[in-house]
């Protein structure tokens, strides 16, 4: 058979080649539960004709990650439909909105979730995802039988359940929503290329070795939990061990041990709860950490290698790259401070932030890529499609940073992330690690602090610093001076503040921050 041009058909493939073997072990409760390939093939099949039913073209899903958020994404994309994994952990107002962009009636989830969220806006078109698990395993004889036919048929069952009618390189595949760290989260629509090119690219690294074991319990409404800890782990043969939350750091630290993970995907403020947590005997399996979404502090990598044995690879991506751009290998394919060279197939390169010139080498200025992965249009927004992607196919990011003669990338921080005082670029991530130096808010599980920018009559801007310790303004500006830091870059004013606002992502909430420090 031809290389399939589908999602859908990718993974009923690579699942069905798996049909006996365990494809997800789940640690959701206190007893782990393992679901081989034809469990996954026949529920998600037998939802999918139920979802046809739905004359919605997009299916909103409210799971954690684990089997019944494999199921219902697989189910979607089964049935021919956009799935859309929604966010649980923003304001309701933003999940309104978001649901309205997409044109969301029918929502998958499960009572359970249903009571831990109940502001979320529940729509009255809801299919409970255990129900309907727990309704089809009690018919043991059709579904047996159904088992024996894809075992035996698969391009029968293929065609009863029309996935032959599946449209070949659909140019909506998925939506996800962006965090909506600075504003309203947009719709990044992705298409079936951009993510079976993103899961090609991080296979050809080499890193990952079909069967073992891989942590996937990153949201599935980030591109990082989507595509990486589950798109990918199914298409090229990994064993999933999943728990409900990388907040929930007994279950997944009993998921890494007990599941004998290889591989931890997470982001630094997931990671360094499973360090305070976590034991030795935790990570004992565990050979790489892969880390993305935010920017990783030397401490904590060192932290892995050194007490764990663990080789800590970080990467880059953004959502509207499906994610993956760049990545850390082991040994010599990797330089400290960087977040890797770019996958096979993705050009980088950087321009000037004022004059939109593209620039040399190891010069710093706004990251711009190109690739298969590239999304190709942001949803109901063709305004702010053509802001960030040119003609001729590069994706403008907004990141500043700078790619060195080697090919390895390097990160400096968001735009929005810097402040113009007197001329002078001044970056806020940069002054928040030296603050945190001063502060010993370097090891806290959540962040002490955050700085942000407001308006400056005679400087045009000034820095703001927002923290949830008491601080004595002279003395944090004396410490500081005497770390080398500028005057323009010492926070002119100081906040106290309950707790420094974060998205369900770990990311900053940065649009909060801003609100806070104009309150």
Request: charged share 25%; hydrophobic share 40%.
């Amino acid at each position: 058979m031809k290389k399939p041009l589908n999602l859908p058909v990718a993974i009923f493939f690579a699942v069905h080649r798996r049909l006996f073997s365990v494809v997800v072990n789940d640690f959701s409760q206190s007893i782990p539960i393992p679901a081989k390939g034809y469990t996954l093939l026949v529920l998600s099949l037998l939802l999918s004709q139920k979802l046809r039913l739905h004359p919605q073209r997009r299916v909103g899903l409210a799971l954690p990650p684990g089997i019944a958020g494999i199921i219902g994404n697989i189910a979607v994309l089964f049935a021919g439909k956009i799935p859309v994994n929604l966010n649980l952990t923003v304001s309701r107002d933003s999940i309104i909105n978001s649901m309205k962009e997409a044109e969301i009636k029918l929502v998958i989830s499960a009572d359970k979730v249903r009571s831990k969220f109940p502001d979320f806006p529940w729509t009255d078109e809801f299919i409970d995802i255990g129900d309907f698990v727990n309704g089809e395993r009690a018919k043991k004889i059709k579904l047996a039988f159904l088992v024996l036919q894809i075992f035996l048929f698969p391009q029968k069952i293929f065609r009863k359940f029309k996935l032959n009618q599946i449209s070949n390189d659909r140019k909506e595949s998925v939506l996800l929503f962006t965090s909506g760290s600075s504003n309203q989260p947009k719709g990044v629509v992705l298409s079936d290329q951009n993510i079976l090119s993103n899961c090609d690219q991080m296979n050809s690294l080499g890193l990952f070795k079909k069967g073992i074991p891989i942590l996937g319990n990153l949201p599935l409404f980030h591109s990082f939990g989507l595509t990486v800890g589950t798109f990918f782990p199914l298409l090229y043969d990994l064993l999933i061990i999943s728990s409900p939350s990388p907040l929930d750091y007994k279950s997944s630290l009993r998921a890494i041990r007990k599941g004998k993970a290889e591989v931890i995907l997470g982001t630094p403020t997931f990671l360094k709860g499973y360090l305070r947590k976590g034991k030795h005997i935790d990570f004992k399996s565990v050979r790489y950490v892969v880390a993305g979404a935010e920017k990783t502090p030397l401490e904590l990598m060192k932290h892995f290698e050194r007490e764990h044995g663990c080789e800590y690879l970080e990467g880059y991506g953004l959502t509207e790259t499906s994610p993956g751009l760049s990545f850390n290998l082991p040994g010599k394919g990797r330089k400290e401070g960087s977040v890797g060279k770019l996958m096979i197939g993705i050009e980088g390169r950087t321009i000037d932030p004022d004059s939109g010139v593209p620039l040399e080498d190891n010069d710093s200025g706004i990251l711009c890529f190109r690739g298969p992965n590239i999304f190709a249009r942001y949803l109901n927004n063709d305004k702010k499609t053509k802001e960030v992607l040119s003609r001729d196919g590069w994706f403008i990011t907004g990141d500043l940073g700078r790619i060195d003669k080697d090919g390895f990338l390097f990160i400096e921080g968001r735009l929005s992330r810097f402040s113009k005082i007197g001329g002078e670029m001044v970056s806020h991530e940069s002054v928040e690690v030296l603050i945190n130096q001063v502060l010993g808010g370097e090891d806290n599980e959540k962040p002490v602090c955050v700085v942000t920018g407001m308006a400056d009559k005679v400087k045009g801007e000034c820095l703001i610093l927002l923290t949830t310790k008491q601080v004595d303004k002279k003395v944090l500006a004396d410490e500081l001076r005497n770390s080398g830091l500028p005057n323009l870059c010492i926070p002119k004013h100081i906040k106290l503040i309950e707790e420094v606002p974060v998205l369900g992502t770990g990311k900053l909430d940065l649009r909060k921050i801003k609100d806070l420090a104009e309150l």
